[in-house]
């Protein structure tokens, strides 16, 4: 693969002798798996256009970094480190699992894992307690990727004894010595993270990847909704549809609405009233179909529906 | 014990060996790892062969994936120790019971003075014999 003519093609980056180079591209894709996981992503996740195509960029850059080892041309590790902004609940948990495991089948971390952590598993109660918990958090996520979410909470400006600053330390530390061993994602809401960023810059300039989670359309949110219901093998009745579509519209005009999360409670919800309707009325035998079945009523008994007439509390 | 070329403690895995590379150490947590055992690093300057507990190095390293996270404790306790004597424990508690399954000296001090051996008369012309180690004449901290 290394042979002296395909490192002039590569220098030369002459479109029309770059076939050889693109045979080793196509090769290396099939050999790595990443397409399954990218196509995963893409059935998985509704929406999040702009997330989908950043990870396809990275993805694309670490491929090509690792052929570009494979004929000789160095340009050290690239930087990994990556920080997630967005509104709860669309989806960076889910993003950031996904990310472990493309790093992994690319070779840029051994074991694949996530480990998430908030402020509390890493910073201590008293003097020297913050130390080895920071250190216990990233031990355990080496080989995989770290996953800190609500990372700005680890500084504090109001109070200058806080122990936080003493785990954005060693967290930077280790984040830019042991880069073959962990990757570091930081998540949580963009403009909280940004004013961190700005009073942190060492934490700024080591992270290489910004990637921003938009919010959910209402269209969007409805195919998350069918795709939840279908992963639990329930199953919308005609009328529950457009009590659906209504709930969607309600839920995010009202406050503390957390996306995809916001969703998943609210069939949680309907599947608990699905379940006292079946158990109240308690007559006859039931159907498969009974069973899987969310109703109109199940959905339109929601506090949703109630407030925005009585404008009461939620 | 005093008779081995080089004067070397020999306790515990490999002793007999060459002193393991980082890359051969990796490898053997990574095998200790896998088994799902807890790796612990410890040191001591007394280096009596019934001396059992060593000072722990932190605490033993559960739910571990990787081995570069017990590796970098390592290079820590050596950092922090670097005359003494410093072993990585895989400890297993899959079964319910805990035992070592694994031990092996990753840290030596420059100069091991090694053991005398000490006799002790005793009633009837009864000798009693036990080994001495030379280091532990200086009081802790300065044997090395």
Aim: charged share 30%; glycine share 6%; proline share 5%.
């Amino acid at each position: 693969m290394a042979n002296p003519t395909d490192r002039q093609t590569l220098s030369a980056a002459a479109p029309a002798a770059a076939e050889g180079a693109a045979v080793d591209l196509e090769a290396a894709f099939c050999d790595s798996h990443v397409a399954e996981v990218l196509d995963a992503l893409d059935r998985d996740l509704v929406g999040l256009k702009p997330v989908k195509t950043r990870i396809r960029e990275i993805a694309a850059l670490l491929l090509v970094e690792k052929l570009r080892r494979q004929v000789g041309l160095e340009a050290g590790p690239p930087a990994l480190h990556m920080c997630f902004t967005g509104n709860p609940g669309t989806g960076k948990t889910t993003v950031a699992l996904r990310m472990a495991e493309i790093l992994h089948r690319l070779g840029y971390v051994r074991k694949g894992h996530l480990v998430a952590v908030t402020r509390d598993d890493l910073v201590g109660q008293y003097i020297g307690h913050t130390a080895p918990k920071t250190r216990e958090a990233l031990k355990k996520a080496m080989g995989g990727v770290l996953f800190i979410d609500e990372a700005y909470y680890l500084y504090r400006p109001e109070n200058e004894r806080d122990y936080g600053q003493e785990a954005i330390e060693i967290l930077l530390q280790v984040m830019e010595s042991q880069r073959d061993d962990l990757v570091v994602i930081l998540a949580g809401y963009k403009d909280r993270m940004d004013r961190f960023f700005e009073s942190n810059p060492g934490m700024s300039s080591r992270i290489a990847h910004h990637i921003d989670f938009p919010d959910y359309s209402a269209e969007e949110l409805y195919a998350i909704a069918e795709l939840m219901l279908e992963r639990m093998q329930y199953r919308l009745a005609e009328p529950a549809r457009a009590a659906l579509r209504e709930y969607i519209e309600l839920r995010r005009a009202r406050p503390h609405f957390a996306n995809a999360r916001s969703i998943r409670n609210a069939l949680d919800r309907a599947r608990l009233r699905q379940a006292s309707r079946l158990f109240e009325r308690r007559t006859g035998r039931l159907t498969k179909d009974d069973l899987a079945a969310i109703c109109a009523e199940d959905i339109r008994a929601s506090r949703v529906f109630r407030s925005s007439e009585e404008e009461g509390a939620p | 014990m005093m008779t081995n070329t080089g004067n070397r403690i020999t306790q515990g895995q490999f002793s007999f060996l060459p002193d393991l590379t980082d890359a051969q150490i990796t490898a053997q947590i990574e095998y200790a790892l896998k088994q799902g055992w807890a790796v612990s690093v410890e040191y001591t300057d007394d280096p009596h062969p019934r001396n059992t507990y060593w000072e722990m190095f932190g605490n033993p390293m559960f739910d571990l994936k990787d081995p570069a996270g017990i590796l970098m404790e390592i290079n820590e306790c050596r950092k922090t120790f670097p005359n003494h004597y410093v072993r990585v424990t895989a400890f297993d508690s899959t079964k319910g019971w805990e035992t070592p399954r694994m031990s092996y000296i990753v840290n030596r001090p420059r100069k091991e003075p090694g053991f005398g051996l000490v006799r002790q008369e005793a009633g009837g012309r009864q000798i009693r014999y036990t080994v001495h180690s030379y280091a532990t004449d200086k009081p802790e901290g300065e044997r090395y």
